[in-house]
């Protein structure tokens, strides 16, 4: 009888279902994504998504894979600030689908000042935090000072600040490319230290502090939502603005700080991002970087918890690297997109699988006090 | 100015068809933030038509394009009506997934189906130079008048029909303003919302493949639709859900949206010197402006984006 108590319990845990939520929306997601490889083309595939999911094992030899991992590493570092930054504004009942603008604008900030001014990195990275902030507060105050949709506000942001920061890295573009030119033989200072890192990952220099400085970030925004005052203020606004308000909480300010916050997490990814050197900012993009939605992606496959957004995003960008991969004779790297983006739809229905669970777990108590009820008339 | 008048009225179309295509999905209760998608999908189905059957004389080949873009928005309009009416999600979410989604989803199709052809394209475009041209009527003065713009202001009044002069639209607007008072006169919430939301795919495809024959000749899938969808949405808010008010905010911001493709044939536009990324971004500055001073007093749905709790007083 224990025994069984205990195995109830463990699928009444939150954080259990919310594991188990996550894997049916990744297995959902990897199911469709096979499904349209094959309507593609049926004979490669169960190689294709093979691939996708091996990325870096894709290699055979050891230490290029572990050379490989590491890139994705380099790369996740940054997703997981986009993610937190989801998932920050989302605890506190703001959809940013910003992210990307605020990463776009922090991008433009980081190589402007790194290449132009010749800036070390940490100046770079503080700018980065800065211009996704300011992006960041912008969208805030329109929503609440002018109750601007927080959706629709972003979406034009993304679109200003793509224009804008294309517009101002031309400045500092190689002459014969689109794209800005490479720090490392411009300005070595503005890349991320790497403190020795690289040595684990079979000398792989794209390895930087950038990778467990975003862990530390995503402990920190716990932290933050968790145990702290501000963090509960913030969620309280989240959860109902007038309630907050009428407990003497400012919900405009705090609805400003949540997006300033946010902002600067997304605006920090960019430079984790282009100041390890791993991209360089094409000038000639006609779609802001797709980091930003990917981040949505990870925040929800995550459960919106800091813990799990860091395994989210990992595996996100695990994906998203390894549709790089795939044959390019018959398929394109963007069906990694395609599975990220399957996956966000079902997140949507996490809820519903929720109340399922929650609901298979009432009618077997059900049946059990029925039973034992039955023993008693016995 | 010819081109200018061009332009504007071509992208005002786009506005107006999907901006009206939000409308009724949130006069319904439900919040349609996967425009974007569900243009990306209707123009995915239109270009497919015109690439498959290039050979259809010019009326066979009007209808057949707009069934084609008009079939594949209510289909991929699904995916959020199943999603928020029956299963109670997160509609901005939801929303979000399609525009991923869509675009990622014609990028992978289109690229398949250039590579099945010839290994070495592996770009996602898709030309319709010729098929284009069956959508012309007739040509003065250098402006040309095209089939979608007689079927745009024909839909706008059919609109302002259905929304206020019919039992359907009353009904409608009764499930996004107070669905359970609805509910109580016998009113099928559920029916109501997928009604309002395939409207919107029905529009919203429409919108996208008008917008992707406009000036242009062939698609490159991988940009998506570049925000159209979510200015459709500014135009709609402008409008105040309102049909009329709708197209005449539609209008305007067309009008900034073609000054960007056409501002360098003006002297005093070039005079100015202002660079031509200031153009581009304009139609955004704009909308951005315009919902900074239209939200405060909007009168949005009340019951939009909740979904629908039969147990909810």
């Known amino acids: 009888m224990d025994t069984r108590n205990e195995k ?20 959902l997601g990897l199911f469709v994504g096979y499904i349209v490889l094959f309507i593609i083309n049926p004979a490669g595939a169960g190689r294709a998504i093979t691939t996708i999911l091996k990325n870096f094992l894709y290699f055979p030899r050891p230490e290029v894979a572990l050379e490989y991992f590491g890139s994705t590493l380099a790369k996740s570092a940054p997703l997981l600030m986009c993610t937190l930054s989801v998932l920050f504004a989302y605890k506190v009942g703001l959809f940013n689908i910003g992210a990307s603008g605020q990463f776009t604008v922090g991008a433009g900030f980081a190589l402007y000042f790194a290449i132009h001014y010749n800036a070390p990195w940490w100046v770079c990275i503080l700018l980065a935090i800065f211009g996704g902030a300011v992006l960041g507060a912008a969208a805030g105050a329109l929503k609440a000072y002018l109750n601007v949709n927080e959706v629709i506000a972003c979406i034009m942001l993304n679109w200003i600040s793509l224009y804008a920061v294309n517009t101002v890295l031309t400045a500092v573009k190689e002459s014969g490319t689109t794209y800005t030119l490479p720090l490392r033989t411009n300005n070595p200072s503005a890349i991320i230290p790497h403190l020795g890192l690289q040595n684990l990952f079979a000398n792989n220099r794209y390895v930087t502090i950038a990778i467990p400085l975003s862990v ?8 933050l939502l968790e145990k702290t005052k501000l963090g509960y203020e913030l969620k309280a606004t989240g959860l109902s603005v007038n309630a907050a308000k009428y407990a003497g909480m400012k919900e405009k300010k705090n609805m400003i700080l949540t997006m300033a916050i946010s902002g600067g997490l997304a605006g920090l990814g960019a430079g984790f ?3 390890s050197g791993i991209e360089q900012w094409s000038c000639a993009q006609t779609a802001v970087p797709n980091m930003g939605f990917n981040g949505i992606a990870a925040a929800f496959l995550g459960g919106l918890h800091p813990i799990g957004a860091v395994f989210s995003s990992f595996f996100i960008q695990h994906i998203t690297s390894g549709g790089a991969y795939v044959d390019k004779m018959v398929y394109c790297s963007q069906i990694s997109d395609l599975i ?22 009432r009618k077997a108590e059900e049946k059990k006090a029925r039973s034992a009820e039955k023993k008693g008339e016995e | 100015m010819a081109l200018l008048l061009q332009y504007t009225i071509i992208y005002a179309t786009v506005l107006l068809l999907v901006a009206l295509g939000g409308c009724f999905s949130e006069r319904s209760g439900i919040i349609n933030l996967g425009l974007e998608g569900i243009m990306v999908a209707g123009a995915l189905g239109g270009a497919l038509v015109m690439k498959y059957m290039p050979n259809l004389s010019n009326g066979a080949m009007v209808v057949s394009v707009i069934l084609g873009s008009v079939i594949f928005g209510m289909v991929f309009s699904l995916f959020l009506a199943v999603a928020a009416i029956n299963f109670n999600a997160d509609q901005t979410l939801v929303g979000t997934a399609m525009n991923m989604l869509a675009t990622a989803a014609a990028t992978v199709l289109v690229k398949g189906i250039n590579m099945a052809e010839n290994p070495n394209n592996v770009a996602s475009t898709i030309q319709y130079i010729d098929q284009k041209k069956a959508f012309s009527i007739v040509k003065i003065a250098g402006f040309e008048v095209n089939w979608f713009m007689i079927i745009t202001i024909v839909l706008l009044i059919v609109a302002n029909i259905v929304l206020y002069h019919t039992s359907l639209g009353l009904r409608l607007m009764a499930c996004g303003e107070h669905p359970q008072a609805a509910d109580s006169v016998g009113i099928n919430v559920y029916k109501m919302r997928y009604i309002g939301v395939l409207i919107s795919g029905f529009l919203g495809g429409l919108g996208g493949i008008v917008y992707i024959t406009a000036g242009v000749s062939e698609w490159k899938f991988e940009n998506g639709v570049a925000g159209f969808g979510f200015l459709a949405l500014a135009v ?5 859900w309102k049909p009329n008010l709708i197209a005449l905010t539609a209008v305007i911001f067309g009008l900034f949206r073609a000054l960007s493709n056409v501002y360098s044939g003006f002297d005093f536009l070039v005079a100015l010197n202002i660079p031509g990324t200031f153009y581009k971004m304009l139609p955004y500055i704009i909308s951005l402006l315009v919902l900074a001073v239209s939200s405060k007093k909007s009168r949005a749905p009340k019951a939009e984006g909740i979904p629908y709790d039969k147990g909810q007083r």
Do not use: P
């Open chain 1, 273 to 275: 991002l282009y100041l």
């Open chain 1, 216 to 223: 530390i970030f995503a402990i920190l925004v716990w932290v």
């Open chain 1, 340 to 361: 990220a983006a399957i996956i966000i739809y079902f997140c949507g229905f996490v809820l519903f699988f929720k109340h399922c669970m929650n609901q298979r777990i």
């Open chain 2, 236 to 240: 709609m808010i402008f409008g105040q």
């Open chain 1, 8 to 27: 109830k319990n463990l699928l009444a845990n939150g954080a259990v279902q919310t594991l188990l939520a996550s894997l049916v929306c990744i297995i």
